[in-house]
């Protein structure tokens, strides 16, 4: 059975090309447009790994990886940040929002896809 990814971006060219990538190393992908949507999306496939953009709308992907990783149930989902602004600050949020790991976007798909095997293998 394949592993479940949920991709939560709100860029159409980005989604596109993250679920090509995924799906063509086996992985069953769930893509969703802001962060409600993707909050809701996570607590009812329980995915195997999250990819989370920093900036998106209705709710930003910090508060997202926060609720998840300050919940039993969903605390061991592991999370891909995908951030607009390597700056200090930004760093510091995804520390503190519990996401596992960030890159910058535009990422590297090598790169996204080695924090991926690691995270999700």
């Known amino acids: 059975m394949a592993k479940k990814i ?3 971006d709100n860029a159409l060219d980005t989604q596109t090309a ?24 996570a607590r009812q ?3 195997n790994l999250i990819i989370l953009n920093d900036m998106l709308p209705k709710m930003n992907g910090y508060k997202i990886a926060r609720f998840l990783k300050f919940d039993d149930l969903y605390k061991h989902i592991p999370i891909i940040m995908l951030i607009t602004l390597a700056s200090e600050s ?12 960030c890159l910058t976007n535009p990422y590297d798909p090598t790169i996204l896809m080695e924090k991926v095997k690691e995270l999700c293998p």
């Open 6 to 8: 949920l991709v939560v």
């Open 18 to 41: 993250i679920k090509q990538l995924l799906e063509e190393s086996g992985y069953e992908v769930h893509i969703t447009t802001d962060g409600m949507e993707g909050l809701k999306a």
């Open 45 to 47: 496939i329980c995915p």
């Open 90 to 101: 930004s760093l510091k949020s995804v520390l503190e929002s519990g996401a596992n790991t």
